[in-house]
């Protein structure tokens, strides 16, 4: 890839990835209650569902999922239940949101699981790929390198984005700050994930 293109999908994908969505809640309450270590389970489960859907759009197969009304509609139900569900748990319950850790870790499956759930039931990044890879690819050279190049770009700012956010959640709650203050984060959280649905929902 010319270096100039390669640079726009690099900042235009770090943008979108950076920017704190339900997945980056999800991996924060991770660190919180795990360690952001062990929270490196859950980071490797939303990057791999981002990989999933970069390897759809590369293969073009995002193009008909978005074409049937049916499959696309149950995608986007699954992701909109599974956020209210995950809002819920963060303003209500006391094992949702983020909490000071207890001793109890959850395993490492879990942890992978949760994370690639709540990225996976998340469109945008089916509709991201789908949209934004094509304007990107070269059809007058080869076209696995330039995938291969773009792919694991996207998994490796993947990474980097949620260690931070699961490394800011361990720190939320290593002792340094009350939990009053962490209770009302859930809430601002809870909202936001609610909301992440709402829009979900319109889509």
Request: net charge positive; proline share 3%; charged share 10%.
């Amino acid at each position: 890839m010319e270096l100039g293109i390669y640079l726009v999908f690099f900042f235009t994908t770090a943008v979108v990835i950076f920017v704190p969505g339900p997945a980056a809640i999800a991996i924060a309450a991770q660190g919180a209650g795990n360690g952001h270590k062990r929270a490196a389970f859950g980071t490797l489960g939303v990057a791999s569902a981002n990989a999933v859907y970069f390897a759809l759009s590369a293969m073009g197969i995002a193009s008909l999922l978005i074409a049937s009304t049916f499959v696309f509609s149950v995608i986007k139900w699954v992701g909109v239940a599974y956020l209210v569900y995950l809002g819920l748990s963060a303003i209500f319950s006391k094992t949702g949101g983020i909490q000071f850790p207890t001793g109890k870790l959850q395993s490492a499956v879990s942890l992978f699981g949760k994370g690639f759930l709540v990225e996976f039931a998340n469109p945008k990044a089916l509709l991201y790929f789908a949209a934004i890879l094509p304007q990107f690819l070269d059809v007058s050279k080869p076209i696995l390198p330039q995938i291969l190049l773009m792919g694991g770009t996207t998994v490796v700012l993947d990474l980097i984005a949620y260690s931070l956010y699961a490394y800011a959640g361990d720190r939320l709650t290593s002792g340094q700050v009350k939990e009053w203050i962490v209770r009302l984060i859930n809430r601002v959280a809870g909202g936001a994930l609610l909301l992440a649905g709402a829009r979900m929902a319109t889509v």
